[in-house]
């Protein structure tokens, strides 16, 4: 049981690391960038307006990581991240809109954090969705012991968890499964069965 709950938690701490981390170093990479800009490469033609541009971006991509969870988000600031260092490396090796970029202290610093940047927000982007948004819906209701509220349901539904650790829905008190005969949407094989120790009833939208 114990094992079962922990793993929940690790999730979420794990999540909220990568978060503050891609969040953060996107942030960082942008200071960097802002810095450089207006010490001198804002008036280096077209590359000027591309450091202006990754700043906005960085700033803009980074605040949004920190307070948004979306996997969605997460992925953009990954590959932000990477088109980032890979204008870097371009510039440096072969030249980007005639200019030629010299290595410096703060042009490594700022590959090493996208490059950090990357790898946070990508681990952040494969994660599956939190448990605590999915139980928003249904699952949560009947966590809670919701009434139903399908048309004349009166019953409470609920859910207990199994000696197996894993959660099962009940209506009323007794536990629900699906017939393991029932082989499309429809189907009720199993009712009014008098199978392993019990008799076995269909639940229907009335509740009865």
């Given at each position: 049981m114990s094992g079962q709950q922990d793993r929940p938690g690790r999730r979420g701490r794990t999540h909220l690391a990568l978060r503050l981390a891609g969040g953060g170093l996107l942030i960082a990479a942008g200071a960097i960038h802002l810095d450089l800009y207006l010490t001198?490469?804002?008036?280096?033609?077209?590359?000027?307006?591309?450091?202006?541009?990754?700043?906005?971006a960085a700033f803009g991509l980074g605040a949004v990581v920190l307070v948004s969870a979306g996997s969605l988000t997460a992925a953009a600031g990954a590959v932000f991240a990477l088109a980032t260092l890979g204008g870097y490396l371009l510039s440096l090796?072969?030249?980007?809109?005639?200019?030629?970029?010299?290595?410096?202290?703060a042009g490594i610093a700022a590959g090493v954090i996208e490059v950090a940047a990357f790898a946070a927000l990508t681990g952040l982007a494969a994660m599956p969705a939190r448990r605590g948004r999915a139980d928003s819906?249904?699952?949560?209701?009947?966590?809670?012991?919701?009434?139903?509220?399908?048309?004349?349901?009166?019953?409470?539904?609920?859910?207990?968890?199994?000696?197996?650790?894993?959660?099962?829905?009940?209506?009323?008190?007794?536990?629900?499964?699906?017939?393991?005969?029932?082989?499309?949407?429809?189907?009720?094989?199993g009712n009014e069965l008098n199978l392993n120790g019990g008799l076995w009833h269909?639940?229907?939208?009335s509740g009865r």
């Open positions: 001198g490469y804002r008036s280096i033609p077209v590359i000027g307006w591309l450091f202006l541009l990754q700043v906005i090796w072969t030249g980007l809109f005639g200019f030629t970029e010299v290595r410096t202290t819906g249904p699952l949560a209701r009947l966590r809670a012991g919701a009434p139903g509220t399908g048309p004349g349901v009166t019953g409470k539904l609920a859910t207990i968890t199994r000696s197996d650790g894993s959660v099962q829905a009940t209506y009323d008190g007794h536990p629900l499964y699906t017939y393991v005969g029932d082989g499309a949407p429809g189907q009720a094989n269909e639940v229907t939208a």
